[in-house]
């Protein structure tokens, strides 16, 4: 299936040191970026969908980094079915398992924990909520796992470890753990500040610059954020990947970007939301988050969206989060919400909007197009203009 965006206002790309493509239009064909910037008018006509943006801001789909999936589209910790659809709808189009720790009963032995990653990640391999990409199955270290563990792992699938919920006695325990993760080929995570859950114990950054993890988890806080002086030893002194979430601390979220910006660090910055939590669900928890680093942190809102986009697929290793020939086609076109003071979407992020969504497109397939049911209401009216498709009538619609 062939589809074309076209009188795009402005093409974010994804890359924060290069975030802008010239020209108005992009095609994506079976679910693949095919062409960014300008296309023939016989290009446009043989597509099977033409989405017409009308001058709205064209960004690649949010990818939220640490989402606690358990299985299927229900969260146990707040009780609530359908949050990962509703994720969609905020401009999410991809979720990484930050474990599923939430199961009830979670097993804390290694075959347990095994189990859990195995079975959580071929249970989304097939199964796409409300059209979203999850990497779900992130083993929980436990005391106990081996080398031939990781590797079992690995050939299974499972791609992703989180330190912090384990029974040791100490934090310095999990430095052989994520060592062996590491080399196992798996990207390894660390629950960072504070206690959260019972089972979780405090993380400084003496004990992230020891594991030397790929990413701090919620470096600001999840919700309780380290001493001031942590945030500066991480950023310098490390090249761990900086992970500040919606459901963390604001304060340190903002003094994290700043340091990281102020130390050329900024490639190293990526957002997420740390969501089923005590906090609850937040649809449009990333694009709050985006919206804070623009209007209160003053990062540029074309980096704070490359934080939330192509960052993330960077670090992650994943073929999304940019808008360029050859990508995931996960797009979103987002404007200056219905009744607000700015023009455009990234004005409205820059003075603290919520940017409204005008249609999000999930590898290559349009899961919605005209208006958001979390997101305010459009300035402009982003419509289908052709569709050859009749299974995709109803993500034509555009409620008011």
């Not at 965006?5 to 020209?23: E, H, K, M, S």
């Not at 130390?263 to 609850?280: C, E, Q």
């Not at 197009?369 to 995709?392: I, K």
């Amino acid at each position: 299936m062939r589809v074309a965006i076209v009188n795009i206002g402005l093409i974010l790309t994804g890359d924060w040191r290069d975030p802008f493509a010239g020209g108005d239009t992009v095609i994506c064909e079976d679910g693949i970026i095919i062409s960014v910037g300008t296309a023939p008018v016989s290009a446009i006509e043989s597509a099977d969908i033409v989405i017409d943006a009308d001058g709205t801001t064209l960004i690649p789909g949010l990818i939220d980094s640490h989402v606690h999936i358990t299985f299927g589209d229900y969260t146990p910790r707040q009780q609530t079915v359908g949050y990962l659809e509703s994720y969609i709808h905020g401009g999410t189009t991809t979720a990484i398992s930050a474990s599923e720790v939430h199961v009830p009963g979670r097993p804390r032995d290694p075959d347990g924990v095994k189990a859990l990653a195995i079975a959580a990640r071929k249970c989304f391999e097939n199964y796409r909520p409300g059209g979203m990409t999850v990497h779900a199955g992130s083993v929980i270290l436990e005391p106990g796992l081996t080398e031939s563990d990781f590797a079992d792992l690995r050939r299974q699938g499972v791609w992703l470890a989180k330190a912090g919920f384990g029974a040791v006695s100490s934090a310095f325990d999990y430095v052989p753990l994520v060592s062996a993760a590491r080399a196992s080929g798996m990207i390894t995570t660390v629950h960072t500040g504070g206690s959260s859950i019972p089972g979780s114990g405090a993380v400084t950054a003496e004990h992230l610059l020891a594991m030397n993890p790929h990413v701090s988890f919620h470096v600001n806080g999840g919700p309780t954020a380290m001493r001031d002086a942590d945030f500066e030893r991480l950023v310098c002194e490390s090249d761990i990947a900086l992970q500040i979430c919606t459901a963390g601390n604001l304060r340190t979220a903002l003094l994290t970007a700043a340091l990281a910006t102020r130390h050329n660090a900024f490639d190293r910055l990526i957002v997420a939301t740390d969501t089923p939590t005590g906090s609850g669900i937040m649809p449009l928890g990333m694009l709050y988050t985006v919206s804070h680093l623009a209007s209160l942190g003053h990062v540029p809102p074309e980096h704070a969206i490359a934080a939330a986009t192509g960052s993330n697929a960077r670090i992650y290793g994943l073929n999304s989060g940019y808008i360029r020939p050859g990508r995931i086609a996960d797009l979103v076109l987002i404007d200056a919400p219905d009744g607000g003071s700015q023009q455009n979407g990234l004005d409205a992020i820059r003075n603290g909007d919520i940017a409204a969504i005008g249609a999000v497109i999930a590898r290559g397939e349009p899961q919605f197009v005209g208006r958001s049911r979390n997101s305010p209401a459009t300035t402009r009216t982003v419509q289908v203009a052709n569709c050859r498709v009749p299974r995709f009538a109803v993500a034509a619609q555009r409620p008011r």
